[in-house]
């Protein structure tokens, strides 16, 4: 089964950090980095490193960082389709890394990720026209999302969404999602709902077919209409979560992809998480198939 990644690409600039300032407060940093991110990229990369057969559209700027984000997820085994939006410069996330809570504050600057359209989506009709599963965030339009939705029903497609950064969905997006990927936080912010269960079970009534939530430490809650069940995580000491996500979800598509259950493609996905989070960075801290299974 083919993969397409429709979504973000994002130069990174990562610094890490004993405790986050205050208001106010100027703090020296214990280190930094730049590397290639965004959500879409992340998910590309982690799909295509599991063994998936990935292609990714989305847009950047023709600027430096364009050009070293195209190289780089090209390295990494992902097919592109990118829009270069000459007026606009790539995406950038300025990243603050807490290295004693392990925690991290993310900005994104969206950039020519503006630019990916619905107009896009139907110059590239062909390519979802050719693919299995569809997977996308929220960090593009969300008309085009909705849209993406639309036309991924049409064509019974699989579509995977995860809806970060969090945000409320329309009824008319919700009804078109076969995966629905939030963490905590995002599962709130969508339902309005504090209790899992509750939260989850309205989505199901909306008409999302199967619901993953993503807890961190505490694992992974599937739902759908005839199952559910928690899966624990796999503990480890972690470095950097700002990937975790990205990671799960990617790897989760590559298996699915690969014709895995559901539990075992979850399985997988939290393995190759728990390896990510003991890196540093985000696609640099993507594992591979060999990592995960062996």
Partial sequence: MKILVVG?????????????????????????????????????????????????????????????????????????????????????????????????????????????????????????????????????????????????KKYQKIFILNPSPGNKLPESLLKNVTYLTPNETELKLITGEEDIETAVESLLSLGVEKVLVTLGKKGVYYADKKMKKMFPAHVVQAIDTTAAGDCFNGTFAAFISKGKSIEESIDLAQVASSICVRRKGAISSLPTIEEIIK
Avoid: W
């Fill in 8 to 152: 973000s690409i994002n130069m990174d600039l990562t610094t890490y950090v004993d405790k986050l300032p205050l208001q106010g407060e100027t703090k020296f940093g214990n280190s930094f980095i730049q590397c290639p991110g965004g959500k879409g990229a992340n998910q590309a990369v982690a799909s295509s490193l599991a063994g998936g057969d990935v292609t990714m559209l989305g847009a950047i700027g023709n600027d430096a960082n364009g050009i070293s984000l195209k190289n780089i997820l090209e390295n990494k085994g992902v097919k592109l389709k990118l829009k270069v939006d000459e007026k606009v410069t790539t995406g950038c996330a300025s990243i603050l890394i807490e290295e004693e809570l392990h925690d991290n504050r993310i900005i994104v600057v969206p950039g020519a990720n503006f630019s990916l359209t619905k107009e896009v989506i139907d110059e590239n009709i062909d390519l979802i026209k050719e693919t299995d599963i569809v997977i996308s965030q929220l960090e593009i339009p969300l008309k085009t999302v909705e849209y993406l939705g639309e036309i991924c």
